[in-house]
């Protein structure tokens, strides 16, 4: 495996993504690795730890997903039940900003309740917003018992790209790594024949291998005869993308279908935040002089 010294300590930081590739072959791959970040995410809503452990392999997944995109904007991974309101969603920006939720009735889930059982009949949906242009949406139903089976199966249906994906979460980390098999210019039999047996060995990392290990020790125990590149390494970040704006602004449309359920217990009105738990609070006068600019400016998005 080649890198420099730097980059194998750049590696044993907290929040770190390495995107890698294997020497003379059509094989790609990413690791990332979320601790304190993590840790910010699950906090902020004090999720058990089954929910912990699902969320971070959400959010790891996604992190690993957006390294393969060149756009600006963000993606965003969304599984939800066929029936009620519990979902499970996390978002990665192209600045590698991510924050995750989830919503609804999770008790269920267990050691005996997997992901499938959870979302049956649910569906899992990959949505890349760019800052510019229109926003792209692909979706698969949950047919697998993990996340990282549903996302393989997305890949196989809708890009026709060979994926393999192990994620593992727990309440202190959250991770991830993702190998994949580029388009071939001519069918190879040695290029195959890489990628099972790099699939093969990846099914052998175990969870308590990718939360604990550095993604250098990850790869070396596990491609010990391959010559793997380093391609870069950075550090995602947790981010939230709530701003005052954007709060007044999902307001004044909830106020402009139901205005007498405002200001009924007095002069100010204050949301939360549920991604980081920012508090905003609005005076009824900035609340209704703002209203009263959009409606005259004639704003479709109201
Ligand atoms: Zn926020």
Redesign the pocket.
């Known amino acids: 495996m080649r890198q420099t010294k730097d980059s194998h300590e750049e590696m044993f930081k907290d929040n770190t993504l390495t995107k890698f590739i294997f020497d003379n072959t059509n094989i790609k791959g990413q690791a990332v690795t979320l601790c304190s970040y993590h840790r910010d995410v699950i906090s902020i809503n004090s999720y058990s730890q089954n929910v912990s452990k699902l969320l971070g392999e959400f959010i790891a997944a996604v992190c690993l997903l957006n390294a393969n995109l060149k756009y600006n904007g963000r993606l965003i991974l969304h599984a939800q039940r066929s029936k009620g309101l519990s979902s499970i969603m996390a978002e990665c920006t192209s600045k590698n900003n991510i924050?995750g939720i989830v919503r609804g009735d999770f008790s269920m889930l267990s050691d005996q309740i997997d992901f499938y059982q959870m979302f049956k009949k649910g569906t899992l949906r990959l949505t890349m917003e760019p800052e510019s242009g229109d926003r792209y949406q692909g979706i698969v139903p949950i047919c697998e018992n993990t996340l990282s089976g549903c996302l393989e199966y997305y890949f196989e249906q809708s890009e026709q790209l060979k994926t393999k994906i192990k994620l593992a979460g727990n309440m202190q980390t959250a991770a991830g790594i993702l190998l994949q098999k580029m388009p071939e210019q001519t069918s190879s039999d040695d290029c195959s024949q890489d990628w099972r047996e790099k699939s093969i060995l990846l099914e052998t990392l175990r969870a308590e291998e990718q939360i604990n290990l550095a993604h250098y020790d990850q790869l070396t125990s596990l491609f010990s005869n391959d010559d793997i590149r380093i391609l870069s390494v950075e550090n995602p970040n947790f981010w939230?993308?709530?701003?005052r704006e954007r709060f007044l602004k999902a307001l004044h449309e909830l106020y402009s279908k139901e205005p007498r359920s405002f200001f009924e217990e007095g002069d100010s009105i204050s949301a939360n935040?549920?991604?980081?738990?920012?508090n905003y609070e609005f005076h009824k006068s900035e609340f209704k002089n703002k209203y009263n600019q959009r409606r005259e400016n004639n704003l479709s998005d109201i």
């Open positions: 924050r939230c993308s709530c701003s935040c549920e991604f980081c738990d920012k």
